[in-house]
């Protein structure tokens, strides 16, 4: 069992940043996989960007540029600050973390007015 705590969403007007956080407790493998993903009202669910035990990132093309994500293996947290946030960008962020299985956040809420 692995369980996530995502903190940092908020309210944010367009232009403006935020830094999601997600810490990971329980069965820890070496090896995994933590990202974001994101949900809109009336969307389906879509990657943000993922990052490797091992350091490698992937981002989903309309937030390259504006989004990084790193981790602290040793606290087993990821975090992805966001840049020149748009209001299309509102949404429930969900972390995941994964090895043989995948488990999710709760969600967090972003919120960007224009």
């Known amino acids: 069992q692995v369980q996530l705590v995502e903190s940092g969403g908020g309210l944010v007007k367009a232009g403006g940043s935020l830094r999601l956080s997600c810490a990971a407790s329980?069965?820890?493998?070496?090896?995994?996989?933590m990202g974001w993903y994101r949900q809109a009202p009336g969307k389906q669910h879509e990657l943000v960007a993922s990052?490797?035990?091992?350091?490698?990132?992937n981002y989903a093309d309309a937030m390259k540029g504006r989004v990084t994500i790193s981790s602290d293996n040793v606290k087993n947290t990821v975090y992805l600050r966001m840049n020149n946030l748009k209001p299309e960008d509102t949404a429930v962020y969900y972390c995941?973390?994964?090895?043989?299985?995948?488990?999710w956040g709760q969600g967090t809420q972003v919120t960007v007015s224009s």
């Open positions: 995941f973390y994964s090895d043989y299985a995948i488990w």
């Open positions: 990052i490797t035990s091992g350091g490698g990132t």
């Open positions: 329980g069965s820890i493998f070496s090896i995994n996989d």
